[in-house]
């Protein structure tokens, strides 16, 4: 099965304390997309200006990842800029260019239409509520955010939620969006909005997964070495999506998003060792397997009867 | 099987943002008996002075708890004052009494001496190897420790974890101890000082327990209601202690201890719902027994082969 993944493609410039990187492959669709590649084919919807680089465009290509959704329109491709101080928990937003960006009008083709699982990575709502407008009865739809969009564009983003499946954002979105302190609190009242299930991402603290009964929590895999955070939550919600769309078209169960919030955990933990995609570059579903069961293991203090 | 607890016994005051009590029930020791009573029988060495509520006593010795080696000096009660913001994750010291505590001299009483598992619960660590150095051949030693001690008594504090088994610190310490931004790293390196296990509180977000090649991540219990975070730490240590004590006298595995850490956790989480040591008093096994199952079905994701 394909997952449909729509989203921003910027060039990011990406300072740490340590290193500063100019024009690097960004946006949440890039990492998304990348991410849900290791599990299924991906169709890939975004835009981009005359100026992006035609090697990521091979990129993309060799990745398994279907380009028809790829509109290539005169100007300049979307940039980005921000910087993390030591705590790479927390980041500044130095500076934005829409440039192309700014009227993306998301078209899907029409063999695009019919996708059963989607995901729409982090973009204004309105923007992925037209998506799914094009869509032909998916059966699985999820949604990342972002605090602009509870901020500037809460309207929108209630009129999406209330057609996903599975809602995602970080824990500081879900209390700022629910005003809850409490993240089981903040979960439970995000659900009677509409998503079936919702995530909370804790940053390098794992993550949360609630559903109508039931509960997971994914612990953090304990990083040694993070050098850039940058599209760790994209790459997360790719990996989940292509996971998923990996399993065929049985009934998606909740033991199948434990494991696919795990794996979705496992590829953003690859993905921070090295600035832009350059860790996903180089990584095998070998390395993802064996991460996967360090996870299963760390994890683990009983047996399940 | 029994466990020495060794530490501090206040009366605190606490502020947070919603609530102020004054003259609490506090200190490392009266957390860390209370959280080991409901597995084992606890011995009890700590001061406290004159104005001591009888109260206090009564509740130590209903909870099996021996007060051998309590002892009731003259003079006042070591008194704590802290403040805690909305972040309950940080908080401030507002005043130090030292009172009676400032020439304690912890002595074990001749029964206590051959108790096999002991815990050093936060205080100075030349008080904690003083502890030690009346101690016959225990089994495993346990020592908690703070931010203070890293800087004020650095040099006493290597020398006591040369003689430890394991070691808990909470993750700004394991950090501060070694200069080491990754708590992988720094787990690592606290190892090579001595304890054969480190134990590294993450606060909300769970705890990693570090052993020679085994390594274990316990998630955090998400609190609907956190009311007061003062003891969380030291209820933990006390509840992992009085786990181990009630396994009798086998070997002491890794797998032992994952299940004791999450006991431990599971105190903690209970302890955090009220002031002082009040949701301890109310505790009943049951209650322990149903959260501990919630926990091992919220971290699951994958049977185990």
Same mark, same amino acid.
């Given at each position: ?41 991906? $169709? ?77 990575? $982090? ?52 209390? %700022? ?11 439970? %009242? ?23 009964? %039931? ?74 397997? %064996? ?15």
């Amino acid at each position: 099965m394909s997952v449909l993944v729509v989203g921003s493609i910027a060039l990011d410039t990406v300072k740490t304390p340590v290193e500063e990187h100019a024009d690097l492959l960004g946006g949440s669709a890039s990492y998304a997309a990348v991410g849900a590649s290791f599990f299924s084919r991906v $169709n890939f919807v975004g835009v981009v200006g005359g100026d992006f680089p035609r090697e990521h465009v091979e990129f993309f290509r060799g990745r398994n990842i279907d380009l028809e959704g790829l509109q290539t329109v005169e100007g300049k491709t979307f940039r980005w800029s921000g910087e993390y101080h030591w705590d790479l928990n927390t980041r500044e937003t130095r500076s934005v260019e829409l440039n192309v960006f700014e009227h993306f009008n998301p078209e899907l083709p029409e063999s695009y239409r019919a996708t059963p699982i989607i995901l729409l990575a $982090n973009i204004a709502p309105k923007l992925q509520s037209h998506v799914l407008d094009q869509a032909e009865q998916p059966r699985f739809v999820i949604a990342d955010t972002m605090d602009l969009w509870i901020d500037i564009a809460k309207d929108d983003l209630l009129a999406l939620i209330a057609r996903v499946d599975l809602l995602i954002l970080n824990d500081g979105e879900a209390r %700022q969006f629910t005003g809850e302190t409490s993240l089981v609190r903040a979960g439970a %009242q995000i659900r009677k909005l509409g998503p079936k299930y919702v995530a909370i991402k804790k940053g390098e603290h794992g993550c949360l997964l609630f559903g109508e009964d %039931q509960f997971f929590s994914c612990g953090a895999y304990p990083l040694e070495d993070i050098h850039d955070p940058t599209g760790a939550g994209d790459t997360f919600a790719g990996g989940l999506a292509g996971y998923l769309a990996s399993l065929g078209d049985g009934e998606i169960t909740f033991d199948n998003l434990r494991r696919a919030v795990v794996h979705g955990s496992v590829l953003a933990s690859f993905n921070v060792e090295a600035f832009s995609l350059e860790r996903l570059r180089s990584l095998t579903m070998a390395d993802i397997e %064996q991460r996967y069961q360090l996870f299963r293991l760390m994890s683990h203090f009983e047996v399940l009867g």
